[in-house]
């Protein structure tokens, strides 16, 4: 056999889940590590503690947590990027396996500054770039930023909605990053998608959240209020992970 035909060896699989329920849901449908978030329609934000440590009492499988204060940008104040610092403090001395964090400059550059000073504060723990860094100006210059930083990977869809759509940057990150820095693919991930964007981008590593809404088990709803804004069914309508998706998504990228 050729190292042209070699078979790519086969890839790590992180699933984005909001809280204890969804990481479970992955753990069972085989994922490999989770990234555990709250408010997954935001894209992501910092859960709560009692739920990071409940997290650490039924994991069998490593999962690292987002540290991000707020939804909306990644350009924060003083008082935003000193919470950033106490929380990653605070995992660390929980025993996490690894944190999420992204913070960029005004112009649209990794914030070289404010992204070592995670990487100190996270001490041993793996530090992944979220996708803070599909908003810079240039990709390139950005990986070279977070090389520098000490950051271990990079969460990316190619700067674009949709791994597909990214394909072309993903690859030319993979080879860019020669190893220095993991590239952790992302993007609508799905079982007819995954196992092409593989072949065509070399990704050793590859991130989806696979959800689906489902029914609240709620008898009583009261029709004149709606807490989480004017969507009045959304407080009757859960997102959570769907394990059999998981499963599915999982199969397609290791076949």
Do not use: W
């Amino acid at each position: 056999m050729t190292a042209a035909t070699k078979p790519l060896p086969l890839p790590l699989i992180e699933i984005c889940v909001e809280g204890i329920d969804g990481l479970l849901a992955a753990q069972r449908a085989g994922a490999d590590r989770v990234e555990l978030c709250a408010s997954l329609l935001e894209g992501g934000i910092t859960p709560s503690f009692g739920t990071v440590r409940t997290a650490l009492s039924l994991a069998s499988i490593p999962f690292h947590v987002i540290v991000r204060p707020r939804g909306g940008d990644f350009l924060y104040s003083e008082a935003e990027f000193a919470s950033m610092l106490a929380d990653v403090k605070a995992l660390r001395e929980l025993g996490v396996a690894g944190v999420v964090v992204g913070c960029l400059t005004e112009d649209g550059a990794i914030d070289e500054q404010r992204m070592t000073a995670l990487v100190e504060a996270a001490g041993p723990l793996a530090v992944t770039c979220h996708r803070a860094f599909d908003m810079t100006r240039d990709p390139a210059e950005a990986l070279e930023a977070l090389v520098r930083c000490g950051v271990g990977r990079v969460l990316t869809s190619g700067q674009r909605d949709t791994a597909v759509e990214g394909v072309e940057l993903l690859a030319a990150l993979v080879t860019q990053a020669a190893g220095r820095i993991v590239i952790l693919g992302c993007g609508a991930l799905d079982p007819a998608n995954i196992g092409e964007v593989r072949r065509r981008t070399g990704l050793t590593e590859m991130h989806f959240a696979a959800l689906k809404d489902v029914a609240s088990a709620m008898a009583y709803r009261n029709p004149k209020v709606g807490i989480g804004g004017t969507d009045l069914d959304r407080e009757y309508r859960n997102t959570i992970t769907d394990e059999a998706l998981v499963a599915a998504t999982i199969a397609a990228a290791r076949a």
